[in-house]
């Protein structure tokens, strides 16, 4: 199952509910860049590459919705752009609605518009389940690397929110090299943060991790510094929502801290992304990538199973506010490489543009402002 498909029966978009998970496996059916928009915004779907399918398919429901003028140019930008600022920092979005919008604009006819549409999205969402999978391939290779030195037992790996099949189409990004390592009988244990506040970790990739009877453990978010420190971590690796042609990464709040502890006890911290998820337009992370901030509301409350039932509880003083920034970048500096599609390379320009040859622009790249071709 993939946590978002066409259906070609009903003809209708269909994601997994994942605010909803691991408690309720629920399905909800996309027909209209609203309820698109909506799912995007408040996490029915997340993670970088999923979250730039979901905005792919959001091109086609515009074009086949009922209050569709499809054939108008001005209406297809206007919801575009309504799809792409649904969430501010993963790239993917943008990309992915760019993308499907470039394709549809190379047609007059409404019919042709349609086909081009959903024909262009459903690439989209291939390309990045194979990017995945290939990811793992070239990803296997270091905890290979780290099984063979500790003489078979088990490879231990940690990991911050969901960068697994839930957030990537297939396979994920982070856990792909987890699951191939697996697959073939290779001993690996995954400390599984927890990933406050909305426990992405504890409730998704914990879940995940089960289905596939990978061997894990969830700890709070503030425990891995202190594994690291016991000798209990040998690698670190997570996704991200937004990369910089220089290396910075934003991902989840939280990482910033992981990449710290990791650096300062001599353990590898690796960011695995596929191509979709660098921003070749931008050098600065830290200056440049914009951070969502979000309702506090998911700070103040946690949800969880109670009866059998799915409740929220309030856990600060009622009158408290709370800041809730979602992501944070870490400096290129503190990146030990990327795990891509097309192989590792370092976190520098120089090392990411030889993987990516086809994005060097020598007049941007002398002048240190972006990467574009």
């Not at 291939?126 to 990811?135: G, P």
Request: contains cysteine.
């Amino acid at each position: 199952m993939r946590p978002i498909w066409f259906d070609k029966s009903s003809q209708m978009v269909q994601v997994i509910d994942q605010r909803l998970l691991p408690h309720e496996l629920v399905v909800n059916t996309l027909t209209t860049v609203d309820e698109t928009i909506y799912t995007i915004k408040e996490m029915v779907v997340r993670g970088a590459p999923l979250i730039g399918a979901a905005g792919a398919l959001g091109v086609y429901i515009s074009l086949v919705q009922k209050s569709s003028k499809g054939a108008d140019n001005g209406y297809l930008t206007a919801e575009c752009s309504r799809l792409k600022d649904a969430r501010p920092t993963a790239v993917n979005l943008a990309w992915g609605v760019d993308r499907v919008m470039s394709a549809v604009l190379k047609y007059e006819s409404y019919e042709k518009r349609v086909r081009a549409a959903l024909d262009e999205a459903l690439a989209i969402i291939e390309e990045e389940a194979v990017n995945c999978r290939k990811i793992g391939e070239y990803g296997l290779p270091l905890i290979e690397a780290v099984s063979r030195k500790k003489n078979g037992t088990p490879v231990n790996i940690l990991t911050h929110c969901n960068a697994g099949w839930l957030a990537c189409i297939e396979y994920g990004t982070a856990t792909a090299p987890i699951y191939t390592a697996f697959d073939q009988g290779i001993p690996v244990h995954v400390w599984v943060d927890e990933t406050r506040p909305l426990n992405q970790g504890s409730r998704l990739t914990a879940w995940e991790l089960g289905k596939h009877g990978v061997s894990h453990a969830i700890i709070t978010d503030n425990a891995g510094g202190h594994l690291m420190q016991h000798g209990k971590v040998d690698l670190v690796i997570v996704g991200t929502d937004r990369t910089t042609c220089s290396g910075d990464v934003a991902n989840k709040i939280g990482t910033y801290l992981k990449a710290l502890a990791a650096k300062d006890n001599g353990i590898p911290f690796y960011v695995a992304l596929p191509s979709s998820t660098f921003d070749w337009e931008i050098s600065d992370g830290i200056k440049d990538i914009p951070i969502e901030e979000r309702n506090p509301d998911e700070i103040r409350y946690v949800q969880g199973l109670l009866n059998g039932k799915s409740e929220k509880v309030l856990v600060p003083p009622q009158n408290s506010p709370a800041a809730n920034h979602a992501f944070d970048v870490t400096p290129a500096r503190l990146v030990t490489g990327f795990i891509t599609e097309r192989g590792i390379c370092r976190a520098t320009r120089e090392s990411i543009l030889s993987l990516f040859p086809e994005k060097n622009n020598k007049e941007a790249n002398e002048n240190k402002y972006d990467c574009r071709s």
